[in-house]
């Protein structure tokens, strides 16, 4: 169980900044505190690449759905580095919602779950983690037009081919 304590960590960390958001976020008390969620977010992401650098000689398997080796947890370390950056990098954008930066955490929770994923209906449900969302995050500006016909159109798209993901997947398995 101490193998996938990185996801665990951002799972609580993920429902915790939730909690907090919707308790401080939405307050003119506090002055809505977002760059407060900001540098949290980025604390749990560095957090959670301290927590990725266990040493694991052998690839461990967990419950026939999860295998935990260096290779996944190289490529976790690789994916939180660079949404650490992209997220250095949009400070500047000036967003005042804080879901923005749990459906970030959520996508990301997502993409660990596929980098350990050893069975395909966990590579099917972390996938769905994923994309449910990124279709919120491509809608996440409500004036724009261009943003409310990119989530339909992305929402459009990941219905097909999750039905065809799993008519292919009921092909394989049952062959």
Request: glycine share 6%.
């Amino acid at each position: 169980m101490t193998y996938i304590f990185p996801e665990i960590f951002l799972g609580s960390s993920l429902l915790l900044l939730l909690i907090g958001g919707s308790i401080l976020g939405s307050s003119p008390k506090y002055n809505y505190p977002i760059i407060c969620f900001h540098s949290l977010t980025c604390l749990i992401l560095i957090w959670v690449i301290f927590l990725m650098n266990a040493d694991i000689d052998n690839s461990k398997i967990i419950t026939n759905y999860f295998i935990v080796d260096t290779l996944s947890n190289n490529a976790k370390i690789i994916m939180s580095i660079g949404l650490l950056a992209c997220l250095c990098i949009g400070k500047n954008k000036k967003i005042k919602i804080f879901e923005y930066y749990v459906l970030i955490l959520l996508g990301f929770l997502g993409l660990c779950f596929l980098t350990i994923s050893y069975d395909i209906i966990s590579v099917y449900l972390s996938l769905e983690l994923i994309t449910l969302s990124f279709y919120i995050l491509a809608t996440f500006q409500r004036s724009s037009v261009f943003s409310t016909e990119a989530g339909l159109k992305y929402f459009l798209l990941g219905a097909i081919s999750s039905a065809l993901l799993l008519f292919g997947a009921s092909f394989f398995i049952f062959i």
